[in-house]
């Protein structure tokens, strides 16, 4: 009995390492995955939104001037789409904290997670879509013109 791996052994055994190589070792999940990971996301946007907010409002103790400077470059339509963003990882946290904690203390929840996510994911758009376009009308009109 031979101790060395036969040609056609050696071959399949290349070709499955070669083929491992070419699909690189990212994984590319399901809908859980993302959500998991947009979670994780959203949760450190809105901390760090939470920690200049603080500092910010923090000024208007130290020195209101600059409170009012600060304030002023917060009237931008760069911070304006800014916020929309926040609104939107608020959200999104918000909605898939409930349907993690649904996954999580409901007797089905595993079995209805994928459905939640759509859910949420359908609830986020309808919500979102009028909310962005109100909070971006002023600074299209201030941008464009208009009433």
Same mark, same amino acid.
């Given at each position: 009995?031979?101790?060395? *791996?036969? @040609?056609?052994?050696? *071959?399949? *055994?290349?070709?499955?390492?070669?083929?491992?190589?070419?699909?690189?070792?990212?994984?590319?999940?399901?809908?859980?995955?993302?959500?998991? =990971?947009?979670?994780?996301?959203?949760?450190?946007?809105? /901390?760090?939104? $939470?920690?200049?907010? =603080?500092?910010?409002?923090?000024? =208007?103790?130290?020195?209101? +001037?600059?409170?009012?400077?600060?304030?002023?470059?917060?009237?931008? @339509?760069?911070? +304006?789409? #800014?916020?929309?963003?926040?609104?939107?990882?608020?959200?999104?946290?918000?909605? +898939?904290?409930?349907?993690?904690?649904?996954?999580?203390?409901?007797?089905?929840? @595993?079995?209805?997670?994928?459905?939640?996510?759509?859910?949420?994911?359908? =609830?986020?758009?309808?919500?979102?879509? @009028?909310? *962005?376009? /109100?909070? #971006?009308?002023?600074?299209?009109?201030? $941008? /464009?013109?208009?009433?």
């Amino acid at each position: 009995m031979s101790t060395t *791996a036969s @040609p056609a052994t050696e *071959a399949g *055994a290349s070709d499955r390492a070669g083929a491992s190589r070419r699909q690189g070792s990212f994984y590319r999940g399901d809908p859980g995955m993302w959500s998991w =990971v947009l979670h994780r996301i959203t949760g450190v946007l809105t /901390f760090f939104f $939470l920690f200049v907010h =603080v500092l910010d409002t923090a000024l =208007v103790r130290v020195s209101p +001037n600059t409170y009012d400077q600060v304030i002023e470059t917060y009237k931008t @339509p760069l911070v +304006n789409l #800014l916020e929309v963003g926040l609104v939107g990882a608020v959200l999104f946290h918000a909605l +898939n904290g409930i349907r993690v904690m649904l996954v999580d203390f409901w007797s089905k929840g @595993p079995k209805f997670q994928k459905t939640m996510l759509w859910v949420i994911g359908v =609830v986020w758009v309808v919500v979102m879509i @009028p909310g *962005a376009f /109100f909070m #971006l009308k002023r600074t299209v009109e201030t $941008l /464009f013109g208009g009433n």
